[in-house]
């Protein structure tokens, strides 16, 4: 099997510049499909991460309007929830007005038992349970201010909260890590926002809720809905995996334009490999009948082409790939505040390097199939 | 022998003959190059069709007044005394119903955008009597404006297309009311498109905002009035507002999600050229690998190396040339007036707009579409005039 | 030398449509050659020696009639296991040399061997071995390119050789050599016959060429016309 890489690769420098142009542009098409793969994850990562068991209740004309705190206690007491999280939306920001923070005030105890794949020590936690005015920070948005647990730093508002001033000083108690999950988020307590703002005292923007049993889901979310139905806020409650990717989807059919400069680019990539991998073979008709006057069948032949032309593409392919890789690791602390999740995630990676497979099978598929077919002795004629 | 001039033209008509032979080379670098074409007409189409709703559609003349240091009307908050206020200031145009100035509530409404199948943040404004005179280009399409003091609704066109469930006559529940579709209307494509409208007071109502606002729109006497105005309502020490022109407000709530496409659109543009530009290299090296006899044949003859060139670069030319009007043509056909929507950020609700292909832009498209054409050519056309005579002539 | 006839030609036709056209190319040959010998195939253009050849080697299928060598009926055999009896039992020599330019000499000499189960220490012993009986073991990590004619036809040979062959079958192998060149790798040949036992069929249309060979035969619009010793 590898015996016959000395003479493919050999076959392959045939014509050096030829070779070298072929790499480069499925390098570069695949640095674009990792960058783009980087992007759509961005957008859309953040489903991955939501989980089964999660229903969010919201107010079911827009989730800008908020809810009754009384609503709370009666949706805890559903069969069938474990645990109930309200949350406010604070936003904010920190030194920079043009660099918007993603704050919420939530009941501590309440969300780390919503949440309970957010990795933070005993210590922290405890410690921002008993400071009113304490928030715990992810470790990604912690490492691009340079934030460290003690800290004393305050968050600016627009919305008027309160009757003067705009500034809410908080301190950091803790570091968390969310796995695959967005880690640029800062967690304020919802007695401090509630106690200082001048309107909207007592209520909440949603609660999301843990259940015992994701099965259970859309019966609880239509008993919640029931519950509140035909009073001045009604809710509109389901799963929070669902919200988060309708959200993402929000931001526009990004997936769909996503996918078609993908295609675009394979499909222009396939003619260009597939171009060089046919003139390769055009070339080589006579020696192509040598081989087959030594003893090479014609399938022997076939997997010949077929390999040099997956050496070419694997070779660029997994170049591009590595490049993209790179890159995304070194753009993604620039592009935080606006993509908390860009990356290049594994999987991407994967699909990537199937796609070189498949992109050096079609573009060597015509010419393999040419070479297969060569009589021998026209072949040795010139074709 | 004939001039430079002259010689060139032969071998480039030469040249051009055996194209025909060397079609499916070529045929590579045509697609190539309308490859790019088509992906960056289709990227900047949604740049420049959002531009065209948010930044161009605002009116130098009318004036958003918000909460002194917000730079959003979701995020400000003002009393009705504001409002008197402005109404008050004498470079507001007035006409028979008083002064052109109009209170306004912002929120939202979940509908289903149709593309998606998902929940979508549709806009919906309550705007006092006199709002409808500041959209400087409203006209019905069907249907009328709501009645003041009703429960009646008027619908964006862009919003209509997009969203499912507004559509004339449809019965909407939003909060705990039943309110009515009774007019779609359009502004000359611009950001009102995307909004639903009702009364200012019946929205108050519905989201216990009280007399509350949260944003004052005024029409001046002239745009030039600008400086006067903004100095008079800021400098008043009863209220703390912020004044900024229509025109200058929507660029800046744009601004971010410009930036990114344009940044985006910019990355893949390159990317894909560098992509061209390889493939366009591997046509032409190839274009003179199989013309190696020939170009030498003519050397010999007495042609010089300047002809030779000059054929190369108009064969790169042409096929730049082919490439980028297919890719053009196609671009324009695909995506020229394709309605979509995005969420903005700023007012965190859906903006509806179409991609828009303009004449600048297939313009532009063009030329960098030559441009890697000609960087294609380059290189190979020089391998051409330096091509030793001698070598050429025994290549088989 | 052996009684058994090596290869047995009975009663071969070949025939190509061209158009409307029917030619024969071969005409209900038979022939001969028995193990070790030395044949030369001579004839005009377009009397059907190369043809000839291509089916001693099973490069080409007779249309009607058959090809036995050592005893294997080549019709027998399907196209892989063709390539397979090619590989084993037939090296080529061919005018144009045909080698691989992207390979160097050693390269193309191994090439044959890459299709059999020797290991690489094993097929680099081979490979130097036909190298050094063609004379050109200094030479063996040039390409094709730096060598002259009458080298890469011995490189030729050397790939020819270098899977121990029944047969050896060669196409006008001197015919692109200047008379040095060529009375060198004729040498070689007959060397190889005399030296080494090895079967050669040639075809070629020089008569100082065949003077080199045991046995003659002359081919004319596909039938043999007359044997000469």
């Given amino acids: 099997m590898f015996r016959f890489l000395p003479l493919l690769w050999a076959n392959l420098w045939r014509r050096r510049l030829r070779t070298v142009f072929t790499l480069l542009s499925i390098l570069v098409a695949f640095l674009l499909f990792g960058l783009l793969e980087a992007l759509r994850f961005a957008f859309f990562g953040g489903v991955e991460a939501a989980s089964d068991d999660r229903l969010m209740t919201q107010h079911r004309m827009t989730i800008v309007r908020d809810l009754p705190g009384g609503y709370l206690g009666k949706v805890r007491a559903v069969p069938g929830v474990k645990f109930v999280s309200p949350q406010v939306w604070f936003g904010g920001w920190y030194q920079d007005e043009h660099k918007p923070l993603q704050v919420i005030a939530v009941e501590p105890e309440a969300f780390i038992d919503v949440y309970p794949e957010i990795r933070i020590t005993e210590v922290e936690k405890r410690a921002w349970f008993i400071d009113r005015a304490g928030v715990i920070v992810g470790k990604d948005i912690a490492a691009q201010y340079g934030w460290h647990v003690g800290d004393h730093i305050p968050l600016q508002q627009n919305i008027p909260y309160k009757a003067n001033g705009n500034t809410w000083d908080v301190n950091i108690r803790g570091i968390f890590d969310r796995p695959n999950g967005n880690n640029n988020g800062v967690f304020m307590q919802y007695k401090y926002l509630d106690e200082s703002r001048q309107f909207g005292r007592g209520r909440v923007g949603w609660m999301v809720s843990r259940l015992e049993n994701p099965a259970d889901l859309p019966r609880i979310a239509r008993q919640i809905d029931t519950m509140f139905e035909n009073s001045p806020d009604e809710t509109k409650s389901g799963s929070e995996k669902t919200w988060v990717g309708d959200f993402a989807k929000q931001v526009g059919n990004i997936g769909l334009i996503l996918s078609a400069v993908a295609f675009a680019v394979f499909f222009t990539m396939l003619l260009v490999t597939g171009n060089t991998m046919a003139q390769a073979v055009r070339e080589r008709t006579s020696e192509i009948g040598v081989l087959k006057t030594l003893g090479f069948s014609h399938a022997a032949v076939t997997w010949l082409v077929l390999i040099e032309s997956l050496l070419l593409t694997l070779t660029g392919g997994a170049a591009g790939l590595g490049l993209a890789w790179l890159l995304t690791r070194g753009m993604q602390p620039f592009v935080a505040t606006l993509l908390p999740l860009f990356k290049l995630p594994g999987h991407a990676l994967l699909l990537g390097l199937v796609l070189t497979v498949l992109l050096g099978l079609a573009a060597g598929a015509l010419p393999a199939a040419r070479a297969m077919r060569l009589g021998v002795v026209q072949a040795l004629r010139g074709g | ?389 001698a070598s050429g002539l025994r290549e088989l | 030398m052996s009684n058994a006839p090596l290869v047995r030609v009975i009663g071969a036709s070949k025939d190509y449509r061209r158009g409307s056209e029917t030619v024969h190319v071969l005409d209900h040959l038979s022939l001969e050659v028995p193990a070790g010998d030395f044949l030369a195939l001579m004839g005009p253009s377009g009397s059907g020696k190369t043809t000839l050849l291509n089916m001693i080697g099973g490069l080409d299928r007779p249309s009607q009639g058959s090809v036995e060598v050592a005893g294997q009926r080549l019709e027998q055999l399907s196209d892989g296991k063709l390539a397979r009896w090619r590989a084993d039992n037939v090296g080529f020599v061919f005018q144009m040399y045909n080698l691989l330019p992207v390979l160097s000499a050693a390269g193309n000499v191994e090439l044959p061997l890459l299709l059999t189960r020797l290991g690489s220490a094993d097929r680099a012993k081979r490979t130097a071995a036909a190298l050094a009986l063609v004379g050109l073991s200094d030479r063996a990590k040039h390409k094709p390119r730096e060598l002259s004619g009458g080298q890469e036809q011995r490189v030729g040979i050397a790939r020819a050789i270098v899977g121990d062959p029944r047969i050896l079958l060669c196409d006008e192998p001197t015919g692109d050599l200047d008379r040095k060149a060529g009375d060198e790798i004729l040498d070689l040949l007959t060397a190889l016959n005399q030296k080494h036992g090895k079967t050669i069929v040639m075809v070629t249309h020089d008569p100082r060429a065949a003077a080199h060979a045991k046995h003659i035969l002359y081919l004319d619009k596909g039938s043999l016309t007359s044997e000469a010793a």
């Fill in chain 2, 1 to 389: 022998m004939a001039s430079s001039f002259s010689q060139a033209r032969l071998v480039t008509a030469l040249n051009l003959r055996t194209l025909v032979t060397r079609w499916q080379s070529a045929a590579v670098t045509v697609v190539g190059i309308a490859g790019v074409m088509v992906v960056i007409v289709g990227v900047f189409s949604i740049y420049e069709g959002f531009r065209a709703t948010l930044e161009l559609s605002g009116a130098p003349d009318v004036m958003i007044i918000l909460r002194g240091g917000s730079s959003d009307e979701l995020q400000s908050g003002l009393a009705l005394n504001a409002v008197k206020i402005v109404g008050d200031v004498p470079s507001v145009m007035r006409d028979a119903d008083g002064p052109l100035v109009s209170g306004e509530v912002f929120s939202s409404v979940d509908l289903i955008n149709k593309a998606t199948g998902g929940m979508a943040l549709v806009p919906l404004r309550g705007m006092g009597p006199q709002g409808p005179k500041l959209r400087s280009h409203l006209h019905f399409i069907s249907g009328h404006m709501f009645t003041p003091g009703t429960n009646e609704i008027v619908v964006g066109q862009g919003a209509a297309h997009q969203f499912a469930g507004i559509e004339m006559g449809r019965e909407l529940k939003l909060g705990a009311n039943r309110w009515n579709v009774v007019g779609i209307f359009s502004d000359a494509g611009g950001l009102a498109e995307s909004e639903l409208w009702c009364d200012l007071t019946v929205l108050q109502g519905t989201l216990n905002y009280g007399t509350a606002v949260q944003s004052i729109r005024a029409r001046l006497t002239s745009p030039e009035a600008f400086r006067a105005f903004k100095d008079t309502v800021t400098t008043d020490p009863r209220v703390n507002l912020s004044v900024v022109s229509e025109r200058d407000y929507l660029a800046n709530l744009s601004a971010r999600l410009r930036g990114i496409i344009r940044s985006a659109g910019f990355a893949i543009a390159i990317l894909m050229g560098l992509g061209a530009i390889f493939a366009a290299l591997n046509t032409m090296y190839g274009a003179v690998a199989a013309r190696t006899r020939e170009i030498a044949t003519l050397r010999a003859l007495g042609f010089g190396a300047f002809p030779v060139v000059v054929s190369v670069l108009v064969e790169a030319t042409m096929l730049g040339l082919i490439g980028a009007l297919i890719g053009g043509a196609i671009g324009y056909m695909a995506f020229n007036g394709v309605q979509t929507s995005t969420l903005n950020m700023s007012s965190f609700s859906q903006v509806t707009f179409a991609f828009r292909v303009t004449g600048e832009l297939l313009q532009w498209g063009l030329i960098y579409a030559l441009v890697l054409a000609l960087v294609g050519g380059v290189l190979p056309a020089i391998r051409a005039a330096r091509l030793p005579i």
